[in-house]
């Protein structure tokens, strides 16, 4: 079960993991492309080679994306406009990238790094090495910090608070972890029996996406396996956090990563690892409004879309990993020759 829960992971944590309908993975990519009401067109930026399985991604003000490999932990960096470099190549302690978030007071881009690679050898098995979260300096890529989760942990997804502390989804343990600025022990933030996933393969993975509010009162919080959607909301002084599910007209297809749109709305990835068809969708989850929530899908037919980030002008960029035959085969898929990434606009 445990293999199996860590192997749905790999699938959550990497919306961008997976091909469509059974087809073997082609280039990983991120694409740029406008989100309206209509179907987005989706702007692919290629990747250098030998860059593979992509996964994190974050950005700067000035529209400096970075871009991690969930294979082997190196870290690219691309000034608007121009090409990729690598601002981390990877290494024994940092040695896989699942998520990126830019805290741009500090200079600090963090990241997870649960070895999860080991997943696709033949035999299943998992790495040895301790998951963990890293910090990169945002300039120069020296390492900053490496902070080792708890035993039995999976870390996923990344918030970051205006202080600088830390909030990261636990797939494997149905909870929220807090890491308080400067801090080395983790806190459990939140954990609700309804962020529990069970079942086999991809059904058993809980907590993925997270995203904070723009007035900084709640984190959405997506269960990879199971479809559902929920807001969290601190509580009064000395009380728990409150956690209520969001209503929707029907269960999510495998949400990954989200963030909140300059509207306020969300928007949340579907890996769709049944169906084969991934996409961004958009849910008005802080309105005022009864009942289910309308799901609006922006774009359609993204190859298992894993990741996001959404600058200040409603640009939206996604990592798409395209790792099923990798998942279904183990070792013996063949890697895809090319990757690439991919963009939209918010709009109405």
Not at 179 to 202: H, I, N
Not at 315 to 332: C, I, P, Y
Request: net charge positive.
């Amino acid at each position: 079960m445990r293999t199996l829960l860590l192997l749905g992971l790999l699938f959550a944590v990497a919306s961008l993991f997976g091909a469509c309908k059974g087809e073997a993975p082609g280039p990983f990519q991120i694409a740029n492309a406008p989100l309206s009401q209509a179907k987005a067109h989706l702007e692919r930026v290629p990747l250098p080679a030998g860059f593979t399985f992509p996964n994190g991604i974050a950005h700067a003000d000035d529209g400096t994306l970075f871009v991690g490999s969930i294979a082997s932990g190196r870290v690219l960096r691309r000034a608007p406009g121009g090409a990729w470099s690598t601002l981390f190549p990877g290494s024994e302690e940092i040695f896989a990238v699942t998520s990126l978030r830019l805290d741009a007071p500090r200079g600090l881009l963090w990241g997870t790094s649960p070895d999860v690679m080991g997943l696709l050898r033949p035999d299943g098995s998992m790495g040895r090495r301790a998951p963990r979260l890293f910090s990169l300096d945002a300039r120069t890529g020296a390492v900053r910090r490496i902070v080792l989760l708890p035993e039995g942990a999976m870390p996923n997804d990344i918030a970051i608070a205006p202080d600088g502390g830390l909030y990261l989804t636990d797939s494997a343990r149905a909870s929220v972890l807090y890491l308080r600025p400067g801090g080395e022990q983790w806190e459990t933030y939140v954990s609700d029996a309804r962020f529990k996933a069970e079942g086999a393969g991809m059904a058993s993975v809980g907590p993925a996406g997270i995203a904070r509010s723009p007035d900084g009162r709640a984190l959405a919080i997506n269960t990879y396996g199971p479809g559902r959607l929920f807001l969290v909301r601190a509580g009064a002084a000395g009380a728990a956090p409150t956690v209520n599910e969001v209503p929707l007209p029907r269960r999510l297809e495998n949400p990954d990563g989200m963030r909140f749109a300059p509207d306020g709305r969300l928007l949340v990835l579907e890996g769709a690892t049944a169906s084969g068809d991934g996409r961004v969708v958009r849910i008005d989850v802080l309105g005022a409004a009864a009942g289910p929530r309308a799901i609006e899908v922006l774009a359609s037919g993204l190859e298992s879309p894993v990741n996001l980030t959404v600058e200040a002008n409603g640009r939206v960029w996604v990592t798409e990993a395209r790792l099923r035959d990798r998942l279904l085969q183990g070792a013996a898929a063949k890697v895809p020759g090319a990757f690439w990434v991919t963009s939209m606009v918010v709009g109405k």
